[in-house]
């Protein structure tokens, strides 16, 4: 793998249930609107909150929970656990099936983790929303439609990569994971105009690739 290889995630295992229990909707807190329950793992956790995100834009379909798996994906309890488990809840499952689908099309295909040295040994998420559904918001404290930066790295390369990219544009911390995360990393979520989230995107990407070229250096 190069540097910059984009790195693509996976959903490992989708259900859905037309209509819930009474016992379980009460267990997990569903609405009485929410009868029908869609679930999906996935082999990378940050890839699948940002899908799950856009799946909320695209069905009446409201996240009822997300949650990382400790140590990551290759520790996980099964083949079919990978790194994250989340639940989408909607009014049938019609539209549990199309947040599904959504989820499932930006996991593949748009929420790319990138590989920042040529032995894959770290990787990084440089990602930019140009507009959050309710899931971001909700974890955010950020208004729907808010532009957001979603940054993830290594404990050390993401910490450092963090200051870089608060100075280099005009945008504020909405969330902050300090390192270990579930999955041993750290993350932000940035907030600001889209250019400006872009921006520090940028810059957390190129401060991430240089600890990782040059590790020791002071």
Request: charged letters at 15%.
């Amino acid at each position: 793998m190069s540097v910059l290889d984009p790195i693509f995630a996976h959903a490992l295992a989708v259900r859905i249930i037309p209509k819930v229990s009474d016992e379980y909707a009460r267990a997990i807190g569903l609405e009485p609107s929410q009868t029908s329950l869609g679930f999906i793992t996935a082999d990378n956790d940050d890839a699948l909150y940002v899908s799950i995100d856009e799946a909320t834009k695209m069905a009446d379909v409201e996240v009822v929970y997300a949650h990382s798996f400790y140590a990551g994906a290759r520790h996980s309890s099964g083949i079919y656990s990978g790194e994250i488990i989340a639940m989408l809840a909607g009014p049938d499952p019609t539209e549990v099936k199309a947040g599904l689908d959504a989820a499932i099309r930006y996991l593949e295909t748009r929420a790319l983790w990138y590989s920042a040295d040529a032995h894959d040994g770290v990787a990084f998420f440089p990602h930019v929303v140009s507009r959050i559904g309710s899931y971001l918001a909700s974890v955010s404290g950020l208004p729907e439609g808010a532009s957001v930066a979603y940054l993830v790295a290594p404990p050390l390369e993401g910490s450092f990569a963090l200051d870089a990219a608060l100075k280099a544009a005009a945008v504020r911390i909405a969330a902050y994971t300090a390192p270990p995360s579930e999955t041993n990393f750290m993350g932000a979520i940035l907030t600001g105009e889209q250019s400006a989230c872009e921006a520090a995107a940028l810059t957390f990407q190129e401060a991430v690739l240089d600890v990782a070229q040059h590790p020791i250096m002071y």
